[in-house]
Structures are given as structure tokens and as C-alpha cells.
């Protein structure tokens, strides 16, 4: 027996309430740029929502409204059951269903797979990837099997990771796989990837290397990166070996980053006479391609390449200019095959730590504790303003290890990329790597016996010390002479640990310090901790004595109550008897901040302690929200700095309509005060059922519960789309907020009951079953848990769904039996709703519907089912209410008069029957995310909607036929209370509407200039035609952009870009095309649209709206877009610009034209009016099948708009 919303549409939590976002792994982005030659921006893919299927199946689906505000909906798949929780953070959609929370509490699931909008920043949205690019991981233990897991292809096998990466099928199979447990421990996504330098050299003293023989002869450096130009002067005869991870692609860079970088390693310096050689330039070099053409890649790719560097090329060092876009904890895919790659082969992985200047911003794989984790400086030992800095996220761990220069560095250039000559500059830690990776070969050179860790220690411990905090620079600036003609090295770095409030319950922290004499003479060294408070850092001896090709160990402990809070760190110097510096170890220390103990205790209905989903936000700028969950004790102790927070939850409670009710609480704790141990209590017991009475009678279709919680530059905001497997919802009062502000609301659609059944309270109709319109009497047979017998044909059933019991048998026997109709009840909690329809997902041709326990009594007490359906209820009620600064101690029932509605009459036009979807989205600027999903409806239709109106409070409406094939898209609306409207959609003219709904639109900022011209607008107030030109809908778009009459771009769809206008004015003449099928579509099968408009340079940091004309036109038609013929009929026809676009003028010059062979010939009509608005008479013939415009307007500054559009209307 499962639970799921009608239609597999699911309930959404949204916007920040039950899952905190914590920093995970993310794409590997570039750790540095090249400043000389700026990259084109891709182009932009159009203004088309973007569907993401997830890996449970769930199918999310954002709209960029622009302004924004967005809407997001989620269409759960067949089988699903339960709700989906989503969040919104930094602007990020997360999205997860609840069935994977406990996946993810547990750690076997990346949290990564259910950020939307990081899914679709990395091209992993459903038009652009067939599938979902998975890492799985096996348990120790357990056998890898040969076999890809079910509803997956295994791409390439990881061992060092005990793993596969494979691509997962868009549907439900894997996650079936997953959670049956066939064997995969832990699911990571398989994120894309991005690439992250005479002077340099002098800088870390490689010449003095050179000059002793050192350079780098017989040490194999692999460097993993974009691919290398293998033509490049300055690396022709350099690499030995190559290998594209690229799929398609071979080791050729024509993204320019590893060439840089590579030849940093070990370039010869060819083009410049030896000038700009690498740091080794005799090191035999290994090229890896893992990032692709386009600077992307997948960490997969990355992995294996690492493994072909350290197992299959034997390189004793790996440079790594690249990493996560997000910080990483070490304990993601690329840190851990890293560490075991380093422990399996003893390879010095050299990693760029970041290019985000923050702290706690190290990412991965320079996360890994292996890793030798590379920071930026510029030519004066000043850190780079960009370098990532520690310490590590999540345990607050010692990193960065070392830095290198960064800023500015000259390398070669790929030929293969724009601009010119042999060498260009870039920064980044991606060029101060590969500093290191070349001092590391010339070290290993020198002693070609060492291990990694050991190249790694000897690199640190004889660094230049630059005086700065080791969160930033590491050990300091590597200094190659003093690296290769060390006889004394140290341990690198000593990690004294994290001290929690209140420091005295905090134990020391003691590391072994190792000093390595490879000298013939013993050395005797004196050592003092230096760069830190006294007593920070407390050594078990001051001095010791090294043996000649030995070693000496002694300690370092750390003292958290010398240090002031936060980070400290400093140097363990080891000084010889001539008083100079042999070797030293960096250390470091994390100092909490003050922190209190929060009890939190929750509630249920009924005053028992319950379990709970909890959202913690403190109200400070910058502060993320931390999710929480409350075990069965009803109780939890948080660890908090001092502050004010909120709390909030969403709990399940029993609910007001029977026994077997469910219902939905809200609690919340909007202000809490912890400058001491404290206790709040979420306290259930007070909830009050909120509810919407009207005048007509409904049922609810959708059901949003919202808040926001702003203070003190921070903002915790939600929304709860209610399943309807709950029958009644609540909210408890909470006391007026002090500081910022608070709302609560709630928005409701009601709708006619799709079935009412005589005798009973309701009657909740299924997905899978066959609904009809109209009344029926049907004879009732009870079967109760036992089958359904053949008595029951042409009659009502009544079952009880055991638990455990497969619903679809049960609809299956029923249907077999040949009975009309089934209901069914069961012993859970709610409204029973599931998927009842056939194997091949097609509808059952009986009626199929979920009563509770009692309406199941009561119809088991008659013989007969009186009932009556209505598929398509004739009324929608869309309401909105909201409570400011508090939730009052009150009734909290919604009873809106009929002077606080709106009434609106709305026609949806189809040339023909065809199914659609609509929905009304609630948004207000507490609210700029509009939540719901669209409700089927039968096209064409009428209906009567009555909408909530307020201050502050706007509507936006979408419509689609098909299933989304075009898509109609109005405006945000605002509503006066009282007022009556008539609003039409899909009633023809359908042309090209420019500038509603989108989420950019026509604009040029600085030199660069964006088109979007969706091309299937209808005749209502500013609603905008958006068509699925690249799927199998019998449509298509074609849209172009001229520069003073020569083509700058073409591209299929909507848009058109160009990219380097130049600065002073220009003409510019837009194009598209538009085509739909006859058969199918009937009217405007042919359309063709010209704008022409002049512009000039606009400035650099905000978006310009550019002067392009709009076109509307007037016509009376039927729903099916006819006009009768013989007869005289008023037209209009309009013109006006874009809200907001500069460079206008003064509108005029409208003229109109007529045909009614489809464009084979034409005829003006007069047209009457003033300014940007005219009238005239269609003189429709009696024989005509359609009626086919051409219109055009211009203005006063050179801008023009001319149309044509073929079949326009019919005519009956």
C-alpha cells in the first residue's frame, strides 16, 4: 500500500525548510583564467522551462519568470509515493523526494543529485542529456560485480574507489535497484568538470637547480588538464605518452588551460630561445586529457586519469590544476581515490587548492589529505587575492600546504586556441601549481628514492616562510634551492587540532615531529615555535640531535587556552648551531567561537513527544540554514553560536476528519533569543486547523503553506504543497516578531469535486482510472480484503487495501470482473492515493476512487452508489492569505466576501479537442517563487475563477496543449477585489509577443546583445507562445540577427545573440520564422516576423532593454478560433514596446493586410485610429476556409516591425 499525489504530480517543500544546503563536492570548476584573451559566453538556451529528472524519476521542472521570480514544479513517477521536499539557498533549487531522506541522512547519497539548478548549470537537464552520469560505490567486503547496476551503463570502472562511473537511465529503475539493496554502498553524481603561468622561475629560484645539473631528467610529471597543443614548440619531442578521458576527443587542448600549465611543468622554452622553459625541462612528461575542448569533464574522468597516471604511466608526480567549484570535507570521490592512489603507488599529487579567496574554500581533490594543496602569490610573496584559504570544511582541518606564484604567470599558449604568438598570461592556483609539480621533479630527481609523502614533507619544511597565517599560504612559498640542497628536512605541517566552547573539556592535541638528516655528519638542532602565542604550541624538547642518514622524532602539543579564537598558526624552526634555518613545520590550530546549548523539544497534537524534521536559521548576514532531525524522543540539543534564531517545522499530526485523518502542522519559533543554554518547545498541542470556506462547494486540488523569516541580512524562506494523502492542515500561533519581519500564508485552489457520492463526505478520485461526466446509480458490491467475483460486472465494488497489498491487482481484478466502478479504503492514516491504471501507464476503463474508514461504512450500509462526476469542474477558486508579524491565537479559517475576489470568465480556445494544462501561480515579493503544478484540462473550455486580491498580491497564469508541446504564459497580474474580467487563451492571432515571462529578453549590456523572440503569443494581454521546437510537435522556429545587413547569428528556436556589437550605432534587423503543422495545429502554419532597430554601446554592469516593436491584434472567434464568413468583421490592430526599453520613439505607420488563399494574394485594409492603436473591417468571404494577416508599425528613431502570418484565424 503506497501513498502519492493525483495525476503523480507531487507535493512540493519548498524554499529553505527541512534540508539545510551544506557545502558538498560540486562541478570541478578552473582554478584559474586567462585574463589576456576573454572567452565568448556560451550561448543561452532560451526561455523554455527546464526539466531535470532526478534520480528517484522525479521530473522538476523550472520557469524563469524573470524579475526574479521563478516558478517550480514536480511530476513524480509512476510508483512514487509520499512528498518532495525542496530548498531554496543562494538562489540554488534543491529538490528531494522524501523517500531518499534517509539515503541521505545516512551518506549513501550525494546531496548533489537533487541540487536542480547546479543539475542544470552542468547540462544534465532532460533536452540536453539522455541520462544521468552516476559514481557508485561498492562496500568493503563487498565484490564489485561485473555487471552495471540495473537501469544503468557502466562507462568506466574505478578501483580505486571500489567503483564504477556509469549513466543511469531517466526513469525509476536504478533507484529501484538502489533501494532494494543490490549491492551499491553510496551513489555520488558524476559531476562535470572545468579547468581551473622567466619571472616565476627566478622567483622560486629554479636556476640555481639548473645550474647544479637539476632538471628534472628521468622524473615522469602527468599532468591531468585540458589536453595539450603536442605542436606547440615548446612542447614537441616533450611528451611521451598521452590518453584522452574525453569521450570523441583527443588529446589536442583548444581550451588553451593545459598547454599553459604543462608547459609550466616541463616546457622547453623553445619559442623563446630557452627563455620561458618550464620549471623541469628535461622531466618526462605525461599528457592526461580529462577536462574536455569546452573546459568540462566529469569527475570520473578525472579519477580515471589519475589512475593511468599513477598505476598504468608510474608518475611520481601528478599536477592537478583543477578542482571542485564547491569546498570540499576529503571525503568525496576524487580526495579519496586520491589518498588510496597515493598510499597504493607513492605518486605526489600536486592540487590546485581553489580560486575563491574565502576561508574554508580548499576544494576537491585538494581536499585529500595526500594531497600536496598548492595556494597562489604574486611576484612580491603577497597572497593572491584570489587563493582559496582553510581550514578545511567540515573538520577544520590544516590546509592549504604550500603556495607558489600565481598571478600573471607567461606560459605557452595552444595554437589552437584565439589570439596570438607563443605564450600568454594567466592567474590563477591552477598556474601556481604546476610550480610545485616541477620543484617536486627536480627534487625527485635528486633523490629518486623517495616517497611522495616524502617529496611532500622536504617541499614544505624547506619553503620560504612569508610571515602569513598558514590557512592561507600553507608552509609557505616554495623555494627550490633550499628543497634540493637540504641535507635536513621536517614534517611538513602538525595539525594541533579543533578546540570547542568551552575550551577546559578540550584534550590536548600532540603530533610527532620527524626531522631526516640525509648528511654524512650527525646535526645538532634547536627548536622554538615561533609565529604564535606563548604556550601555543609546546615542544617535548628544545633541542635534538640527528644521526648522519637518519632520523629524530620528537612533539609538538597544542594549547587551545593560549589562542585567541579562531585560527592561529605559526612555525616550528629548527635552527642549527650556526644559528641558520635547516628545516621547519608549520602548525595550526581552530579555535571555536562562543556556543550554547539549544534544547529543542516537539510536540505532536496530542502533547506526546514526536519525531521531526527541523529547520534552524540564525538571523544574521550569511548564515545558512542547518537542517536537523528529532529522533522519536521528541527532543534534540543544538550547538549554536549566540545569536537570535528561527525555528521551524512541518509535522505530521493526527487531523480533524475521523480516525483515519492526517494532517500537516506548521511550528514555529520565529525568535529565539541564546545568549545562555536555553529550551524551546515546538508544542503541537496549540495547532489550529486552517481552512478556506466558500460559498460553493469544493474540493482542494493544491494546497501551499508559506513562510519567510527575514532579519539582520538574513532570509529563511518556504513553502509546503500539501500532499493531498493529508485531509486537514494546521498552524500554531507564535508570538510577534521583534526584529525584521515574518509572514505566514497560505494558497489554496478548490474546485468543483471531480466526484460526489450520495450519503458520504468524499470521494477521492484516482490517477489510472476512467472518470465520467454526468450521474450514474450503480448496484454496490463489498468484497472486503477477499476478490473481486464475477457478480460484480456492470456494478460498484468496495474493497479494503490490505496492508502490503498491490493496489494494481486489486484495480486489475476489478477490471476483469467487468465491473464500472471501484472504491477503496484501507487502515493508514489519510487520504489513499496511488497510481491505479495499467502496465503500459494508460487509463482503466472503470471509475476509481479512495473513501476513509467511515464514508466506507457508510457505503457499505447501502446497496446502491448515487454518484455524479465532472471531469472539468466549471469554477476554480484560487486563494491567497497571509498573517504578518505573527500567527494570531484565532480562528484561522479564510472567508473571503465577494469584494475581496476577483471574477474572472475564462476561455481556453482549441482549433480542435486536445487535452492541455493550466495553472495559477501565487507570487508576491515575500513569495518570488511561485509553486504548483498544472491541472489537466480539456480543451476548449470555459470556467469562472474567483482570485484572492490584496495588497502586494500577484497571479501568473500558464497554459499548455499537449503535454507542454506550447505553452501560453501570462504577465504578473494584480487583481482589484470586487472587479470582473473576461481573460482568453490560445485565441488566436498566435505571432511572436516579445518580453512577458521570460527570464531575459531582448537586451544589450555593453557590447554584447541577447534575442529572444518566442514565437507563439495569442491574443491575450501580454501573453507569451512558447513552442518544443526540437522535440516530435510539429513545430518549428528559426530566428536570425543582422548587423547593418550582414548576418551576425542563426539559430534554431527562439534566440539569436550578438556577441561583440560594436560601440557606436548600428542597424540591427531581427528575423524568425515560424511554422506549425496544418494537420495538427490548423492555424498559424506559417509565420514570419522582421523587427529592425538601431542601437548603440550600453553600459557594462546591467542589462538594457532594447526598442523592439510589439504587434497585438483584435478579433472576435468561437473556441476553436473561427470567424464566421460573409460577414463584416472589427479588427485591431496595436503597437508598444517592452516595458522598460530605451531608445524609443514616437509610434505610428500601422498598416494591415488581408488574405484568404493563404498569402497568395493580399489586400490592404483601411485602417482608422490614432497614435499606436487602429481599427478597421475584415470583409470575410462566404468561401473562405482561413483568414491570413500581414501587418507592419514603425517609429520615429528607425525602428520598424513587419509580419506576416498564414492562416491566422479559420473560418466556419
Do not use: C
Not at 57 to 72: S, Y
Amino acid at each position: 500500500m503506497t501513498r502519492g499525489p493525483v495525476g503523480r504530480r507531487a507535493a512540493l517543500l519548498s524554499a529553505g525548510l527541512v534540508l539545510a544546503a551544506v557545502p558538498v563536492p560540486g562541478a570541478v570548476a578552473a582554478q584559474g583564467a586567462a585574463p589576456v584573451v576573454k572567452a565568448a559566453p556560451g550561448k543561452r538556451t532560451g526561455p523554455a522551462p527546464k526539466t531535470v529528472t532526478l534520480v528517484t524519476g522525479d521530473k522538476v521542472t523550472v520557469t524563469d519568470l524573470g524579475h526574479g521570480k521563478e516558478t517550480a514544479t514536480v511530476e513524480r513517477p509512476p510508483g512514487a509515493t509520499g512528498a518532495v521536499r525542496t530548498q531554496t539557498s543562494d538562489g540554488d533549487l534543491t529538490v528531494v523526494p522524501d523517500e531518499a531522506l534517509p539515503y541521505l541522512r545516512s551518506g549513501k547519497l550525494d546531496r548533489r543529485l537533487f541540487d536542480v539548478s547546479a543539475l542544470i548549470r552542468q547540462g544534465l537537464a532532460d533536452t540536453r542529456a539522455t541520462s544521468l552520469p552516476l559514481i557508485v560505490g561498492y562496500g568493503k567486503g563487498t565484490r564489485v560485480p561485473a555487471a552495471a547496476p540495473a537501469g544503468t551503463t557502466r562507462t568506466r570502472s574505478l578501483p580505486s574507489l571500489r567503483g564504477a562511473a556509469v549513466e543511469a537511465g531517466k526513469g525509476r529503475t536504478f533507484w529501484r535497484s538502489f533501494t532494494r539493496g543490490d549491492g551499491v554502498d553510496k551513489v555520488w553524481l558524476d559531476g562535470r568538470v572545468k579547468a581551473d603561468m622567466a619571472e616565476s622561475n627566478a622567483q622560486i629560484g629554479t636556476p640555481v637547480a639548473w645550474d647544479a645539473g637539476l632538471t628534472g631528467k628521468g622524473v615522469t610529471v602527468a599532468v591531468l588538464d585540458s589536453g595539450a597543443d603536442l605542436t606547440h614548440p615548446d612542447l614537441v619531442d616533450r611528451i611521451s605518452q598521452s590518453r584522452s578521458f574525453v569521450d570523441g576527443e583527443e588529446v589536442a587542448d583548444r581550451d588553451g588551460h593545459g598547454t599553459h600549465v604543462t608547459s609550466t611543468v616541463g616546457g622547453s622554452g623553445a619559442a623563446s630561445d630557452g627563455k620561458e622553459k618550464g620549471v623541469a625541462p628535461d622531466a618526462t612528461l605525461a599528457v592526461g586529457k580529462v577536462l574536455s575542448d569546452e573546459g568540462s569533464g566529469s569527475e570520473s574522468q578525472i579519477i580515471a586519469g589519475m589512475e593511468w597516471a599513477a598505476r598504468d604511466v608510474h608518475a611520481r608526480i601528478v599536477s592537478m590544476s583543477l578542482g571542485s567549484s564547491d569546498p570540499s570535507d576529503g571525503t568525496d570521490p576524487m580526495s579519496q581515490a586520491l589518498d588510496s592512489l597515493s598510499q597504493e603507488t607513492g605518486a605526489l599529487f600536486v592540487v590546485a587548492a581553489g580560486n575563491t579567496g574565502a576561508p574554508s574554500s580548499i576544494s576537491s581533490p585538494g581536499a585529500a589529505d595526500a594531497a600536496l594543496t598548492v595556494g597562489a602569490v604574486d611576484s612580491a610573496d603577497q597572497p593572491a587575492y584570489f587563493t582559496s584559504a582553510g581550514p578545511r570544511a567540515g573538520d577544520d582541518a590544516l590546509k592549504p600546504d604550500l603556495s607558489a606564484p600565481g598571478v600573471d604567470i607567461l606560459a605557452a599558449r595552444s595554437q589552437l586556441t584565439d589570439g596570438s604568438g607563443y605564450y600568454t598570461t594567466m592567474s590563477g592556483t591552477s598556474m601556481a601549481t604546476p610550480h610545485v609539480a616541477g620543484a617536486a621533479a627536480l627534487l625527485a630527481q635528486e633523490h629518486p628514492d623517495w616517497t611522495g609523502a616524502q617529496l611532500k614533507d622536504a617541499l614544505m619544511s624547506t619553503s620560504e616562510q612569508l610571515g602569513v597565517s598558514a590557512y592561507t599560504v600553507g608552509a609557505g612559498r616554495v623555494s627550490v634551492p633550499d628543497a634540493v640542497q637540504a641535507t635536513v628536512t621536517a614534517t611538513g605541517s602538525a595539525d594541533l587540532g579543533f578546540y570547542r566552547w568551552p575550551y577546559p573539556a578540550n584534550k590536548p592535541v600532540t603530533r610527532n615531529l620527524t626531522y631526516t638528516n640525509s648528511a654524512d655528519q650527525p646535526v645538532h638542532l634547536t627548536l622554538s615555535a615561533q609565529g604564535a602565542p606563548d604556550g601555543v604550541a609546546i615542544l617535548a624538547d628544545s633541542s635534538l640531535t640527528v644521526p648522519a642518514h637518519g632520523t629524530a622524532t620528537t612533539t609538538v602539543t597544542g594549547d587551545g587556552s593560549k589562542a585567541p579564537v579562531g585560527t592561529t598558526s605559526g612555525q616550528i624552526v629548527a635552527t642549527d648551531d650556526t644559528g641558520a634555518v635547516r628545516a621547519h613545520t608549520v602548525f595550526g590550530l581552530v579555535k571555536e567561537d562562543e556556543r550554547y546549548t539549544l534544547t529543542v523539544h516537539v510536540k505532536d497534537r496530542a502533547g506526546a513527544p514526536t519525531a521531526a524534521d527541523l529547520t534552524v536559521q540564525q538571523l544574521a548576514a550569511n548564515a545558512d540554514p542547518e537542517a536537523d532531525h528529532v529522533g522519536d524522543s521528541g527532543t534534540i540539543e543544538l550547538r549554536l553560536k549566540p545569536g537570535t534564531y528561527a525555528l521551524t517545522s512541518f509535522l505530521d499530526v493526527h487531523g480533524s476528519h475521523g480516525a483515519d485523518s492526517l494532517g500537516l502542522g506548521f511550528l514555529s519559533a520565529p525568535e529565539v533569543t541564546l545568549d545562555h543554554d536555553s529550551e524551546v518547545t515546538l508544542d503541537g498541542t496549540k495547532l489550529r486547523e486552517i481552512k478556506a470556506a466558500v460559498p460553493r462547494r469544493t474540493e482542494t486540488h493544491q494546497l501551499l503553506m508559506e513562510y519567510d523569516r527575514a532579519a539582520n541580512g538574513a532570509d529563511l524562506s518556504g513553502a509546503v504543497q500539501v500532499p493531498l494523502t493529508y485531509d486537514s492542515v494546521f498552524a500554531a500561533p507564535t508570538p510577534r516578531v521583534t526584529q525584521g519581519s515574518f509572514e505566514y500564508r497560505t494558497v489554496w485552489r478548490l474546485a468543483k469535486p471531480q466526484l460526489e457520492v450520495k450519503g458520504i463526505g468524499e470521494a477521492t478520485v484516482q490517477t489510472g482510472g476512467t472518470l465520467t461526466s454526468g450521474r450514474r446509480r450503480l448496484p454496490l458490491v463489498d468484497v472486503g480484503d477477499g476478490p473481486v467475483p464475477a457478480s460484480a460486472r456492470g456494478k460498484a465494488v468496495l474493497a479494503h487495501l490490505a496492508d502490503g497489498a498491490d493496489p494494481l491487482a486489486l484495480a486489475r481484478a476489478a477490471q476483469d470482473a467487468g465491473a464500472e466502478a471501484l472504491f477503496v479504503t484501507d487502515d493508514a492514516p489519510g487520504r489513499l492515493m496511488d497510481w491505479w491504471g495499467n502496465d503500459d501507464n494508460t487509463d482503466r476503463p472503470l471509475l476509481i476512487a479512495t473513501v476513509n474508514q467511515a464514508d466506507a461504512a457508510r457505503l457499505r450500509a447501502s446497496s446502491t452508489v448515487d454518484m455524479t462526476g465532472t471531469p472539468d469542474s466549471p469554477y476554480v477558486y484560487d486563494l491567497s492569505e497571509g498573517h504578518t508579524g505573527a500567527i494570531r491565537d484565532h480562528d484561522l479559517t479564510y472567508r473571503p466576501s465577494p469584494g475581496q475576489l476577483a471574477a474572472l470568465h475564462v476561455s481556453f480556445h482549441a482549433a480542435r479537442p486536445t487535452s492541455g494544462g493550466e495553472f495559477r501561480y501565487s507570487v508576491t515579493d515575500t513569495f518570488p517563487v511561485g509553486i504548483g503544478f498544472q491541472e489537466n484540462i480539456d480543451l476548449p473550455a470555459e470556467r469562472t475563477d474567483y482570485v484572492s486580491t490584496g495588497p502586494g498580491q500577484l497571479w501568473t497564469e500558464s497554459v499548455t496543449i499537449g503535454m507542454g508541446t506550447l505553452e501560453e504564459r501570462g504577465g504578473l497580474v494584480r487583481y482589484q477585489g470586487g472587479s470582473r474580467a473576461r481573460l482568453h487563451w490560445f485565441q488566436p492571432v498566435w505571432h511572436p509577443w516579445l518580453g512577458t515571462g521570460l527570464g531575459w529578453g531582448e537586451q544589450r549590456t555593453g557590447d554584447q546583445i541577447q534575442l529572444n523572440t518566442p514565437g507563439w503569443g495569442d491574443s491575450g494581454p501580454d501573453h507569451t507562445g512558447f513552442g518544443d521546437v526540437w522535440g516530435d510537435s510539429g513545430m518549428t522556429q528559426t530566428t536570425s540577427v543582422y548587423q547593418d545587413g550582414t548576418l551576425a547569428d542563426s539559430e534554431s528556436g527562439s534566440t539569436a545573440f550578438v556577441w561583440d556589437a560594436p560601440a557606436d550605432e548600428h542597424t540591427y534587423q531581427v528575423v524568425t520564422d515560424t511554422a506549425l503543422d496544418a494537420d495538427h495545429w490548423q492555424l498559424t502554419t506559417r509565420g514570419h516576423t522582421e523587427w529592425t532597430f538601431r542601437s548603440a554601446r550600453t553600459p557594462d554592469d546591467h542589462p538594457t532593454t532594447l526598442p523592439l516593436i510589439n504587434l497585438s491584434y483584435g478579433l472576435d472567434t468561437d473556441l476553436a478560433g473561427t470567424v464566421p464568413g460573409g460577414r463584416r468583421l472589427p479588427v485591431t490592430l496595436g503597437a508598444s514596446y517592452m516595458a522598460g526599453a530605451t531608445g524609443t520613439g514616437t509610434l505610428g505607420g500601422g498598416r494591415l493586410e488581408v488574405s484568404y488563399d493563404e498569402g497568395t494574394t493580399w489586400k490592404a485594409v483601411a485602417l482608422r485610429g490614432t497614435g499606436a492603436s487602429w481599427h478597421g473591417t475584415l470583409e470575410v468571404p462566404s468561401t473562405a476556409t482561413s483568414v491570413s494577416l500581414r501587418a507592419s508599425a514603425r517609429d520615429d528613431k528607425g525602428g520598424s516591425v513587419s509580419e506576416e502570418i498564414v492562416r491566422a484565424v479559420g473560418v466556419r
